[in-house]
């Protein structure tokens, strides 16, 4: 069952990607360069993610 809380987390999470990458669009970083932060961003909510759940 998924919880209210991390499904909100994760509308923010996307919110804030899709802000972050518009930002980024705007100070001409090249798409593999925001493609690289993207993943860097991903790694860390991951890491995130785990740390938070290990600590329920």
Same mark, same amino acid.
């Given at each position: &069952?998924?919880?209210? +809380?991390?499904?909100?987390?994760?509308?923010?999470?996307?919110? &804030?990607?899709?802000?972050?990458? /518009?930002?980024?669009?705007?100070?001409?970083?090249?798409?593999?360069?925001?493609?690289?932060?993207?993943?860097?961003?991903?790694?860390?909510?991951?890491?995130? &993610?785990?740390? /938070?759940?290990?600590? +329920?």
């Amino acid at each position: &069952m998924d919880n209210p +809380k991390n499904d909100q987390l994760k509308r923010d999470i996307e919110e &804030m990607r899709i802000d972050l990458e /518009t930002q980024l669009k705007r100070r001409k970083f090249s798409n593999l360069k925001i493609i690289e932060i993207s993943q860097n961003l991903d790694d860390l909510i991951a890491e995130y &993610m785990i740390k /938070t759940n290990k600590t +329920k």
